[in-house]
């Protein structure tokens, strides 16, 4: 068995940061493993509170402007200070929980064995235990094809099945099949919940309904509960289904109901047998996962159950469980975003909560961008389609705060949206509620997924979006009185510096290391796929001549780049957030060929900031080292990722994050971005093409950051720009073969251990090298 695709345990789950997830994109469930009671925490991903809103502050202009003049007298902390309080005004909605399925058996008899485990490569959670003398078998899986979560009881004796949701609901069972009907709160954020508007409208409505196929087996209704008397085989179907029909929409106001939608889900997937609908999932599932795999060397040990593997982690950890973090970041984005679906969420599709923390949203600073920094390099570009609708989405709601908000053209977008696409500022701190770059930041991955497959289709469908988020920088911009533009106000996510003057601190200052460098890599953008797409107007005009004039970031008296553009006296030099490095990583504005005195001012940024932090922010950080071509670094900070953490009631920010039970990343509490960070490290670690060469060709590196650790394994299936699929093995330390599939020609050049040559790739003629 390949333990590097399992997550397995010898007892159920303790608590839901232990369950084993299980989703299709667009509904999921964590599966605890219960022998007397299983539960299942069912999500949906279109239940969110809140409603339609186009509300915005009145006199915006006028107020940025009178921001930009006391951050240029240089009264930063007054600039905090007045945006705090005339600037930030609303929040965007909450994700909520849809429900939980109830299975009550027979608690009476001895366990005598137990296992329950996911199962990667097939996405199926299983749980077996032996009861007496009576093994019992149960497997969940979510089905893409079929839009139902399936779950087969083998061995069970009598059940109660029952719902319950902590949203408003009423509940009632008949023949097979039990629903519930729930609503989501018209407003719901940090420890405000309002079910109605004061005009009495609720929010978005939904139905769960599960029926019971069980040819053998007999039914009652007891209330709200249906009691399912002994059979050898049962089979469950879900199905879930809410009223909302787009973010411009009122929900309900067409359409068919949520009752009528899951009916059919259910009566579709019942034509089929429980071996049937199986198979239809590993159809459509097994193709995805299987377009990567790594291997890395194995250690005694590899076949312990995960908690324990995970306990007795220590600095040096096995290479396979980097391996395992690798695939499970694979399968979690498969399962919460595909082709239809929402993207993924601040916990993917996966949250049982009332009250998630920071909603649950998409938080646009770094985390939701985080959640497809892997999508590309680990051949999942399948899974990219709900990212790009939300920016397309973003750019069409976004064009009224960039006019009305701020005077400008285009479009913008701040930290934080929602399924509404809220795209003003937020309430709270400017630190993080003011930064209309967050949409900037995004059609990054635009530019990117046209990088890797070289469809100029695509690029020409995007690039209306790109042209409108330069038009708003080109009229945001300001020029300073050396000539100079730059970005003002301006912020450097969550992060914060002494003012000099006042002593106070301030988030706010004119023109961030973070804000310049989204700056000029969006105008590099536009240039380059102007220049494919053969298209000059006068706007790519202005964008070429903005970007000679946009202040460059500068560095530091012990050779750091300055995150506020100037030498501020640091607050927490150890903070999450490592906002004036995105030039390196996930950008790649910053390399050993360009501006390399900021790339080296990079690093030595990194060095101070340190490697212990929260989760998502040791994902970054693995692939920082491995731009900065450390590797053994990169591996250490995977080591202290994966520190076990039990959930707390008041998580602890001040030791670092880890894992919970179940590999997801402890923020803490849980933020799935930190699963899909490290993934992405990781393959920066065994490749690169983010270079290029002095005369154009892509760079592909290979192994530029190895550590001592994993002197042998083998990676399948990575992309790289240029529209490469590569295959990739090496042995002590050295390339043994590398496979370079192209899907369009092109020129590339090839390095490693600083040795290059250069590569002509025909399109559909694989090339295979040796050493």
């Not at 069970?156 to 989501?184: K, M, Q, V």
């Not at 179907?237 to 973010?247: C, E, P, R, T």
């Not at 790009?388 to 930290?415: M, S, T």
């Not at 154009?696 to 083998?714: F, K, N, V």
Request: include cysteine; aromatic fraction near 10%; hydrophobic fraction near 35%.
């Amino acid at each position: 068995m390949d333990y590097s695709k399992q997550l397995w345990y010898t007892s159920p789950a303790p608590y839901w940061e232990g369950a084993l997830p299980v989703g299709n994109g667009r509904i999921g469930a964590m599966v605890f493993g219960g022998t007397a009671e299983e539960t299942l925490e069912l999500n949906e991903d279109t239940l969110w509170s809140g409603l339609p809103d186009e509300s915005l502050l009145e006199n915006g202009p006028a107020k940025v402007a009178r921001a930009r003049r006391l951050i240029a007298d240089r009264r930063f902390s007054d600039a905090d200070r007045y945006i705090q309080e005339n600037l930030l005004d609303h929040n965007c909605q909450s994700y909520q929980p849809a429900g939980a399925l109830h299975l009550t058996g027979d608690s009476g008899g001895a366990i005598l064995s137990y296992r329950r485990g996911l199962d990667l490569e097939n996405a199926v959670a299983v749980t077996d235990f032996l009861l007496d003398n009576t093994a019992f078998r149960r497997e969940v899986f979510a089905s893409f094809p079929d839009q139902v979560i399936v779950l087969r009881l083998t061995g069970s004796g009598p059940l109660r099945l029952r719902l319950d949701t902590p949203l408003h609901h009423t509940a009632g069972a008949a023949g097979n099949e039990l629903w519930l009907d729930g609503t989501c709160p018209f407003y719901n954020r940090y420890d405000q919940i309002r079910w109605e508007s004061p005009d009495g409208e609720t929010g978005i409505r939904y139905q769960i309904r599960c029926r019971v196929v069980a040819p053998d087996g007999t039914f009652r209704a007891d209330g709200a509960e249906l009691i399912l008397h002994e059979t050898a085989s049962t089979m469950l179907l879900i199905a879930i289904h809410s009223n909302f029909i787009d973010y411009r929409t009122m929900p309900g106001s067409r359409g068919d109901s949520p009752e009528t939608r899951c009916r059919r889900t259910l009566d579709n997937a019942a034509r089929f047998s429980y071996e049937e609908l199986k198979q239809r999932h590993l159809a459509d599932y097994r193709p995805l996962f299987a377009k990567s795999f790594l291997a890395l060397p194995s250690r005694p040990g590899d076949e312990l159950p995960t908690d324990r593997r995970l306990r007795e982690c220590g600095e040096e950890f096995a290479p396979s469980l980097a391996a395992l973090l690798y695939h499970y970041g694979r399968y979690l984005l498969i399962a919460s975003s595909r082709h239809g679906s929402e993207p993924a969420n601040l916990q993917g599709i996966w949250n049982h909560l009332l009250m998630p923390p920071w909603g649950c949203n998409y938080t646009t600073n770094i985390n939701l961008e985080m959640n497809y920094w892997h999508a590309e390099t680990a051949n999942l570009g399948a899974c990219t389609e709900p990212l790009f609708r939300l920016i397309r989405e973003a750019a069409e709601k976004g064009r009224r705060v960039a006019r009305d908000f701020y005077g400008c053209r285009g479009w913008c977008l701040h930290h934080n949206t929602d399924l509404w696409r809220f795209t003003t500022t937020a309430t709270g701190r400017p630190r993080w509620g003011y930064w209309p770059v967050g949409g900037i930041w995004l059609t990054s991955h635009l530019v990117e997924h046209y990088r890797f497959t070289q469809d100029r289709d695509f690029l020409r469908e995007i690039y209306p979006i790109l042209h409108g988020a330069a038009e708003f920088l080109l009229d945001y911009l300001v020029e300073t009185p050396e000539g100079e533009l730059t970005i003002s106000p301006s912020t450097s996510p969550e992060n914060v510096f002494r003012d000099p003057v006042s002593g106070e601190e301030s988030g706010v200052c004119g023109g961030s290391a973070m804000d310049l460098t989204l700056t000029a890599e969006l105008f590099d953008n536009l240039l380059e796929s102007a220049s494919v797409l053969a298209i000059g107007d006068e706007t790519v005009a202005a964008v070429r001549r903005a970007r000679a004039r946009l202040r460059r970031p500068v560095t530091g008296p012990h050779g750091q780049l300055l995150e506020y553009g100037e030498d501020f006296p640091e607050i927490e030099i150890h903070h999450r957030h490592v906002s004036h490095l995105y030039g390196v990583y996930p950008g790649a504005v910053f390399t050993p060929d360009v501006n390399a005195d900021l790339y080296r001012a990079c690093q030595v940024s990194l060095e101070r900031r340190g490697d212990l932090s929260t989760g998502w922010a040791m994902g970054w950080r693995v692939a920082l080292w491995a731009r900065f071509r450390n590797g053994d670094r990169a591996c250490k900070v995977i080591g202290n990722l994966l520190r076990f953490v039990e959930p707390a009631e008041v998580p602890d920010y001040d030791n670092g994050g880890g894992v919970y039970l179940n590999l997801f990343d402890a923020h803490p509490p849980f933020q799935i971005d930190g699963n899909f960070g490290v993934a992405a490290g990781i393959v920066e670690m065994l490749f690169q093409s983010h270079r290029k060469t002095a005369d154009g060709r892509i760079l592909l590196d290979l192994l530029p950051a190895l550590p001592a650790a994993w002197p042998d394994g083998e990676i399948t299936g990575i992309r790289a720009r240029g529209g490469l699929t590569v295959d990739l093995k090496w042995r002590n330390f050295q390339p043994v073969s590398l496979r370079l599939a192209a899907s369009v020609p092109g020129n590339f050049e090839l390095q490693w251990a600083g040795d290059r040559r250069s590569l002509e790739l025909r399109a559909g003629n694989p090339v295979t090298l040796s050493w």
